[in-house]
């Protein structure tokens, strides 16, 4: 059973416009929310993160959303640009587990910014 | 400060075989996590390890192990290969492991393909 989901495999956008990218969660206990980009040949990166105890986080070009009563989150990227294409991870983690658990990822969402 | 170093990067084996994979973390991390990442499921969480100690395990059979030498070094194991262990491995390290550090640094990854 998937507890992290990336229902869109890939995205389109056109460079300038905004990158809209959605993941959904099942699992309740998940306080502590990630997203990670990848490259091809490269391991992920950690982008942005947000705590369940906050609804939007901003990083520069980078916002994370939160909604905990629909189990969703999303990733907003403006203006897009070239260089964000890539494939993006969303992962969550119930930090109240004790100790360090390991991320449970979606299966990731294939941005492409088209010039 | 040099990233997470993993080796080899590719390798070939065929069924019923057995391989090692490297990793070395950052210096000064002590918690090393392993993914696995195939196009249709995604990243999944094998094991994590802190101090030598396996502190979190994910859903893999037993034909998966790993360790962790005391210079915070890890090793993975898979035996008896099967076609559907091939994929990219990948390695992470962090301070403590936990979530609310924020990041995991991730290294290039070990591809593996079974033949």
């Known amino acids: 059973d998937q507890q992290v989901k990336q229902n869109s495999p890939s995205l389109s956008v056109q460079e300038g416009r905004i990158s809209i990218l959605n993941c959904d969660y099942t699992n309740s206990m998940f306080d502590y929310f990630l997203w990670y980009k990848k490259y091809p040949a490269e391991g992920p990166t950690f982008l942005i993160s947000?705590?369940?105890?906050?609804d939007k986080n901003e990083d520069g070009r980078f916002t994370v959303f939160l909604n905990k009563s629909a189990k969703h989150l999303s990733l907003h990227i403006v203006p897009s640009q070239p260089g964000d294409s890539a494939v993006y991870f969303c992962a969550a983690s119930d930090r109240g587990g004790g100790g360090a658990d390991g991320l449970t990822f979606g299966k990731g969402t294939h941005l492409i910014i088209q010039p | 400060k040099a990233g997470v170093t993993q080796t080899p990067r590719y390798l070939i084996k065929t069924r019923g075989q057995q391989v090692t994979l490297s990793c070395s973390p950052i210096?000064?991390?002590?918690?090393v996590s392993w993914y696995q990442q195939t196009p249709g499921q995604g990243l999944q969480f094998l094991f994590e390890?802190?101090?030598?100690?396996?502190?979190n395990k994910g859903n893999f059979p037993g034909r998966f192990s790993g360790r962790q030498f005391s210079n915070s070094r890890s090793e993975m194991n898979v035996s008896t290969l099967e076609l559907g262990d091939s994929a990219l491995y990948l390695c992470?390290?962090?301070?403590?492991?936990?979530?609310?550090?924020?990041?995991?640094?991730f290294g290039e990854g070990s591809r593996l393909t079974v033949l």
């Open positions: 992470a390290s962090s301070t403590t492991g936990g979530a609310d550090t924020g990041e995991l640094f």
């Open positions: 390890y802190f101090s030598e100690t396996q502190r």
């Open positions: 947000i705590s369940s105890i906050k």
């Open positions: 210096s000064g991390h002590r918690s």
